[in-house]
Protein backbone atom coordinates (compact mmCIF):
# COMPACT_ATOMS: atom_id res chain seq x y z
CA UNK A 1 0.00 0.00 0.00
CA UNK A 2 1.40 3.55 -0.91
CA UNK A 3 0.99 6.50 0.64
CA UNK A 4 -1.73 8.07 -1.08
CA UNK A 5 -3.95 4.38 -0.54
CA UNK A 6 -3.54 4.52 2.92
CA UNK A 7 -4.55 8.09 3.16
CA UNK A 8 -7.54 7.48 1.18
CA UNK A 9 -8.57 4.59 3.35
CA UNK A 10 -8.09 6.97 6.33
CA UNK A 11 -10.17 9.47 5.03
CA UNK A 12 -12.83 6.96 4.48
CA UNK A 13 -12.82 5.93 7.89
CA UNK A 14 -13.51 8.88 9.51
CA UNK A 15 -16.04 10.48 6.65
CA UNK A 16 -17.82 7.11 7.75
CA UNK A 17 -17.39 7.43 11.66
CA UNK A 18 -18.64 10.63 11.17
CA UNK A 19 -21.89 9.45 9.53
CA UNK A 20 -22.84 6.61 12.20
CA UNK A 21 -22.17 8.93 15.00
CA UNK A 22 -24.64 11.31 13.37
CA UNK A 23 -27.07 9.14 12.83
CA UNK A 24 -27.04 7.74 16.72
CA UNK A 25 -26.81 11.34 17.93
CA UNK A 26 -30.44 11.73 17.90
CA UNK A 27 -30.87 8.95 20.16
CA UNK A 28 -32.23 9.35 23.53
CA UNK A 29 -29.42 8.20 26.35
CA UNK A 30 -32.03 5.19 27.27
CA UNK A 31 -32.19 4.32 23.28
CA UNK A 32 -28.31 5.37 23.11
CA UNK A 33 -27.86 2.12 26.33
CA UNK A 34 -30.65 -0.42 25.89
CA UNK A 35 -29.63 -3.47 25.53
CA UNK A 36 -30.31 -4.73 22.08
CA UNK A 37 -28.85 -8.14 22.35
CA UNK A 38 -26.09 -7.75 20.27
CA UNK A 39 -22.34 -9.09 20.61
CA UNK A 40 -21.88 -5.60 22.50
CA UNK A 41 -25.31 -5.00 23.67
CA UNK A 42 -25.90 -1.50 22.77
CA UNK A 43 -25.12 1.22 20.30
CA UNK A 44 -22.88 3.09 22.50
CA UNK A 45 -21.31 -0.36 23.53
CA UNK A 46 -20.76 -1.34 20.29
CA UNK A 47 -19.40 2.41 18.89
CA UNK A 48 -17.04 2.35 22.21
CA UNK A 49 -16.19 -1.02 21.26
CA UNK A 50 -14.93 0.75 18.14
CA UNK A 51 -13.44 3.76 19.23
CA UNK A 52 -11.98 1.75 22.30
CA UNK A 53 -9.88 -0.73 19.27
CA UNK A 54 -8.86 2.28 17.24
CA UNK A 55 -7.07 3.68 20.45
CA UNK A 56 -5.59 0.25 21.69
CA UNK A 57 -3.96 0.37 18.14
CA UNK A 58 -2.94 3.93 17.99
CA UNK A 59 -1.56 3.54 21.35
CA UNK A 60 1.11 0.27 19.97
CA UNK A 61 1.95 2.27 16.72
CA UNK A 62 3.39 4.92 19.51
CA UNK A 63 4.91 2.45 21.34
CA UNK A 64 2.33 1.81 23.99
CA UNK A 65 0.55 -1.34 24.61
CA UNK A 66 -2.77 -1.24 26.63
CA UNK A 67 -3.52 -3.23 28.81
CA UNK A 68 -7.43 -2.63 29.05
CA UNK A 69 -10.18 -1.17 26.55
CA UNK A 70 -11.98 1.90 27.10
CA UNK A 71 -14.85 1.28 29.39
CA UNK A 72 -18.52 1.70 27.53
CA UNK A 73 -19.45 3.28 30.90
CA UNK A 74 -17.21 6.34 30.30
CA UNK A 75 -19.35 7.51 27.49
CA UNK A 76 -21.89 8.50 28.57
CA UNK A 77 -23.49 9.77 25.01
CA UNK A 78 -22.35 10.78 20.88
CA UNK A 79 -20.42 13.73 22.31
CA UNK A 80 -18.53 12.49 24.22
CA UNK A 81 -17.53 9.75 22.12
CA UNK A 82 -17.23 11.76 19.48
CA UNK A 83 -14.93 14.29 20.77
CA UNK A 84 -12.86 11.67 21.91
CA UNK A 85 -12.96 9.87 18.43
CA UNK A 86 -11.70 13.27 16.82
CA UNK A 87 -8.86 13.56 19.42
CA UNK A 88 -8.01 10.14 18.12
CA UNK A 89 -8.30 10.98 14.90
CA UNK A 90 -5.15 13.51 14.89
CA UNK A 91 -3.01 11.00 16.25
CA UNK A 92 -3.80 8.51 14.13
CA UNK A 93 -3.31 10.89 11.29
CA UNK A 94 0.15 12.33 13.06
CA UNK A 95 1.29 8.61 12.73
CA UNK A 96 -0.02 7.74 9.47
CA UNK A 97 2.38 10.72 8.44
CA UNK A 98 5.29 9.26 10.50
CA UNK A 99 5.04 6.29 9.25
CA UNK A 100 5.05 7.07 5.55
CA UNK A 101 8.35 9.12 5.61
CA UNK A 102 9.23 6.13 7.27
CA UNK A 103 8.00 3.23 5.03
CA UNK A 104 3.97 1.91 5.75
CA UNK A 105 5.88 -1.88 5.25
CA UNK A 106 7.78 -0.84 8.70
CA UNK A 107 7.59 -3.64 11.40
CA UNK A 108 5.55 -2.49 15.18
CA UNK A 109 6.12 -4.95 17.30
CA UNK A 110 3.55 -4.49 20.25
CA UNK A 111 2.02 -6.57 23.18
CA UNK A 112 -1.63 -7.72 23.09
CA UNK A 113 -4.39 -6.42 25.66
CA UNK A 114 -3.21 -9.70 27.40
CA UNK A 115 0.59 -8.90 27.52
CA UNK A 116 1.88 -11.40 24.67
CA UNK A 117 4.31 -10.26 22.05
CA UNK A 118 3.21 -9.87 18.60
CA UNK A 119 4.62 -7.70 15.40
CA UNK A 120 2.58 -6.80 12.15
CA UNK A 121 3.19 -4.60 9.53
CA UNK A 122 2.23 -0.91 9.99
CA UNK A 123 -0.23 -1.15 6.81
CA UNK A 124 -2.05 -4.00 7.20
CA UNK A 125 -2.62 -2.94 10.62
CA UNK A 126 -4.00 0.40 9.52
CA UNK A 127 -6.00 -2.06 7.46
CA UNK A 128 -7.21 -4.31 10.03
CA UNK A 129 -8.95 -0.92 12.53
CA UNK A 130 -10.53 0.01 9.20
CA UNK A 131 -12.03 -2.82 8.31
CA UNK A 132 -12.61 -3.74 12.12
CA UNK A 133 -14.77 -0.57 12.03
CA UNK A 134 -16.38 -0.71 9.21
CA UNK A 135 -17.47 -4.71 10.84
CA UNK A 136 -18.99 -2.59 14.28
CA UNK A 137 -20.62 0.55 11.99
CA UNK A 138 -22.61 -3.01 10.24
CA UNK A 139 -23.36 -3.80 13.92
CA UNK A 140 -24.95 -0.24 14.77
CA UNK A 141 -26.75 0.23 11.48
CA UNK A 142 -28.44 -3.62 12.58
CA UNK A 143 -28.86 -2.43 16.05
CA UNK A 144 -29.81 1.33 15.84
CA UNK A 145 -32.98 0.46 13.20
CA UNK A 146 -34.76 -1.43 15.15
CA UNK A 147 -35.08 1.43 18.08
CA UNK A 148 -37.21 3.24 15.47
CA UNK A 149 -35.30 6.58 16.27
CA UNK A 150 -32.17 6.59 13.65
CA UNK A 151 -31.80 5.07 10.38
CA UNK A 152 -28.19 4.77 9.68
CA UNK A 153 -27.89 4.82 5.40
CA UNK A 154 -25.19 3.11 3.70
CA UNK A 155 -22.08 4.14 4.49
CA UNK A 156 -20.50 3.28 1.37
CA UNK A 157 -21.40 3.81 -2.31
CA UNK A 158 -20.82 0.36 -4.44
CA UNK A 159 -19.08 2.07 -6.97
CA UNK A 160 -16.59 3.76 -4.97
CA UNK A 161 -15.23 0.37 -3.34
CA UNK A 162 -16.02 -1.08 -6.73
CA UNK A 163 -13.67 1.05 -8.95
CA UNK A 164 -11.05 1.69 -5.32
CA UNK A 165 -10.50 -2.22 -5.08
CA UNK A 166 -10.26 -3.10 -8.71
CA UNK A 167 -7.78 0.05 -9.42
CA UNK A 168 -5.57 -2.19 -6.79
CA UNK A 169 -5.70 -4.96 -9.06
CA UNK A 170 -5.84 -3.28 -12.75
CA UNK A 171 -8.87 -4.16 -13.22
CA UNK A 172 -10.87 -0.41 -13.51
CA UNK A 173 -8.86 2.84 -14.47
CA UNK A 174 -7.13 4.53 -11.47
CA UNK A 175 -9.86 7.01 -10.09
CA UNK A 176 -10.17 9.97 -7.69
CA UNK A 177 -12.46 10.26 -5.02
CA UNK A 178 -14.34 12.59 -3.04
CA UNK A 179 -15.09 11.83 0.37
CA UNK A 180 -17.49 14.22 1.07
CA UNK A 181 -19.87 13.82 -1.10
CA UNK A 182 -18.60 10.45 -2.49
CA UNK A 183 -18.08 11.76 -6.20
CA UNK A 184 -16.22 9.67 -8.41
CA UNK A 185 -14.43 11.82 -10.60
Not at 29 to 55: M, N, Q
Request: charged share 25%.
Amino acid sequence: MNEADIRTLIDYHYWARDRVLQAAAPLAPDAFTRDLGSSFKSVRDTLTHTYSAEWAWCERWNGRSPTAHVSADSVPDVGTLRTRWSALEAEVRAVVTRKAADGLDGIVEYKMLNGEPRASVFWQMVQHVVNHASYHRGQATTITDPTGEAHVRALLARKYWAAWIGSWFGLAPARTFRLDHLEIT
